[in-house]
């Protein structure tokens, strides 16, 4: 290992190392289960922070965990602290979630090494659930169902073992209920929980992490989530979870509890212990009052209920150093635990257990096993995406509409061209018109990879399905809908009202040059959105570049008087290459002077100078530097498909490299 490389061990679980259940093992019915027992040991974890703007900033390592050890049995495992304690990085460290960054200590389960896909067989259930909204909860469980479970598990069984999930679950009666999405209405919170809890335990894991699984739930709804989690650990599976402030009804179920504060352990051990352990040490609970309540208050600083505390008072009168007693009241308090016999229990306990081989390694937390494949995963997920464009129409008939009218305003404005003076300037303004509407649709596109993040990075860590899966998917479910179909149509209108070169070549010629713009500025717009988080920054980002490209486009300025030292930019505008194509498409061969009219054929510039009239479409294109032979047509579309494919390759190793890990 290099020098100044963070020291970490993580060991886990002697089940599966394939990472694909046997189909005994898919049955939800867990009795005869062997107990899952996950334990860790002196857990450091620390960030790098950086203050200050720019140049300015400095960088500081802020730890997050210090000496974290426990044991997590089967049953209820929670970890309770305030914001900012630690709760949920801890749980992404047992989950192998996290960046391995400033991570180190040890992780294992029944004391042997942990799979490196370990992450792919154990169940994790995210704070804000990442289902797919147009979608029902039988087909999200299907879904979950056709790719985590490997193919020897026949589709009926699956589907037997989706019905079986749905019945425990208590989602039978909504079944076939599209679970909802911001702007149309679906099931309750709870049984939007309960599906993403179906979808983790389709595969049967051993064990389940959940990150704070009453967040946005009534206190009743997330009291029937508890006592289905309770169901579910009797069974024999070791559930891990984050949670912040629970109503009594909900501690009372819990079996083990982790107390956390600034990142260190205050206490750990039986749930029900808890109350008296914190007597021991000079705290008493008031009566009828909620522990966790207590729990916080004394972690807070604020606890009314001291009745023989031998920790010494701070003057908290002074708001400058509030702070600073805070932490000093946290460590204190680790001091205590780290002095009792909760804690010599554990430590000798995690003693006892064989570390194995101790095998230092970061990659365990980067390799994902998939249970699939390549062409398995390509279906399911082009048919999930798809059927979510179908059950949701409004982008794409918006962009249909959208591009007939914008057809039939264009078509109104220029209609029936001339072959005079003013036809040739109105053609070069229909075809620029054109060309910027195309690219200015394609920003659309930008939502694509980014409204979906949180759903691919959870599904891509949980072995789902591959990077180029998922975006091959996405790129058939977008340009075929709304880059292809709009640009036909929106030929098809503009074409005729304008009376262009009447020929089929010319038809089509046009009509591939739109698409090929169309697929070259959405490629560039999911270069640009790829691995983004807000979709704000990346409209500003695409918008300024085709602004920038329109420039250099052929029309706002001639491009032979360009100075050369900016002159190479033309090779990096879209616009300029479609509207080149377009106009060696239309003008070649067209005349617009009459015959008779030679005086036409000379005229007298701002300046009173005679200059020689464009008579012909080719001396137009002459004019511009533009090369009106066949390779001259062509050129342009092959310097467009070059573009798309780079731009393309650009937004997958964006996709591919993202940071996925917290």
């Not at 805070?326 to 308090?333: G, H, M, N, P, S």
Request: proline share 3%; aromatic share 10%.
């Amino acid at each position: 290992m290099a020098e100044g490389q963070p020291h970490l061990r993580i060991q886990m679980s002697d089940s599966n190392t394939s990472g694909i259940p046997s189909r005994k093992q898919s049955s939800p019915n867990l009795a005869g289960r062997r107990a899952s027992i996950l334990t860790f040991h002196n857990i450091c974890y620390r960030v790098k922070m950086k203050n200050g703007f720019l140049r300015c900033q400095k960088t500081a390592d802020k730890e997050v965990l210090r000496d974290v050890n426990g044991i997590m049995r089967p049953g209820l495992n929670a970890i309770l602290g305030p914001t900012g304690s630690g709760k949920s990085s801890l749980l992404d460290i047992l989950a192998a979630r996290k960046d391995p960054y400033g991570l180190s200590g040890d992780i294992l389960i029944n004391g042997t090494p942990q799979p490196a896909n370990f992450k792919c067989t154990s169940g994790y259930v995210v704070q804000d659930d990442v289902v797919v909204g147009t979608l029902t909860v039988r087909e999200n469980l299907t879904f979950s169902a056709a790719l985590r479970l490997p193919k020897s598990v026949k589709e009926q069984e699956k589907n037997e073992l989706v019905n079986q999930i749905m019945k425990e679950l208590g989602l039978s009666k909504v079944a076939d209920s599209k679970v909802g999405t911001p702007f149309t209405r679906g099931v309750s919170g709870g049984e939007r929980k309960r599906t993403s809890i179906g979808m983790e335990i389709i595969m049967d894991p051993a064990i389940l992490f959940l990150d704070e699984p009453t967040t946005g739930l009534d206190a009743s709804t997330a009291n029937a989530v508890l006592l289905l989690l309770k169901r579910m650990a009797k069974q024999g599976r070791t559930i891990i979870f984050s949670i912040h402030q629970p109503r009594y009804s909900i501690f009372r179920l819990f079996d083990s509890l982790t107390l956390l504060a600034a990142g260190r352990v205050l206490y750990h051990g039986p749930a029900q212990h808890a109350i008296g352990y914190f007597q021991s040490v000079g705290y008493e609970c008031e009566p009828y009052n909620n522990p966790a309540d207590f729990f916080l208050d004394i972690i807070n600083g604020d606890s009314t209920a001291v009745a023989m505390s031998k920790i010494d008072e701070t003057n908290t009168e002074n708001t400058e150093e509030h702070t600073e007693y805070d932490k000093t009241l946290a460590e204190r308090l680790a001091e205590k635990y780290s002095n009792s016999t909760y804690y010599q229990e554990t430590k000798a306990a995690l003693d006892n257990i064989s570390l194995g081989n101790k095998k230092k390694t970061n990659a365990v937390f980067r390799q994902i096993a998939y249970a699939n494949s390549f062409f398995h995963q390509l279906k399911w997920v082009s048919k999930r995406t798809f059927k979510n464009l179908l059950r949701n129409p409004q982008a794409s008939v918006a962009q249909l509409c959208i591009s007939a009218f914008l057809g039939l305003v264009v078509g109104a404005i220029f209609f029936g061209l001339k072959k005079d003076s003013t036809g040739l300037q109105n053609r070069v303004g229909a075809m620029f018109f054109l060309i910027t509407n195309q690219c200015f649709s394609s920003v659309s596109v930008i939502e694509l990879l980014v409204v979906e993040k949180k759903i691919f990075i959870h599904e891509y860590i949980s072995g789902y399905y591959r990077t180029s899966v998922y975006f091959i998917s996405k790129l058939m479910a977008d340009l075929i809908p709304m880059r292809t179909i709009p640009s036909i149509l929106f030929t098809c209108i503009v074409y005729f009202m304008l009376g262009l070169k009447p020929t089929v070549e010319a038809f089509f010629t046009m009509m591939f040059t739109l698409m090929m713009v169309s697929y070259t500025a959405t490629s560039m717009a999911l270069a640009i959105s790829a691995g983004q988080s807000v979709v704000t920054v990346a409209n500003l980002f695409v918008t300024i570049a085709f602004v920038f490209m329109t420039i250099f486009s052929g029309l706002l300025v001639n491009l032979t008087s360009v100075l050369p030292w900016l002159a190479w930019l033309k090779y990096f505008s879209i616009p300029r290459y479609g509207l080149t194509a377009l106009q060696i498409n239309e003008l070649t061969g067209l005349n617009f002077c009459s015959s008779s009219d030679n005086a036409s054929l000379i005229s007298n510039d701002n300046y009173g100078q005679t200059r020689q009239s464009l008579c012909t479409g080719d001396e137009y294109l002459k004019s511009q530097g533009i090369d009106t032979s066949s390779w001259g047509l062509w050129q342009n579309h092959l310097a467009l498909a070059c573009m798309t494919v780079i731009f393309l390759t650009i937004s997958y190793l964006k996709l591919r490299f993202m940071k996925k890990f917290s």
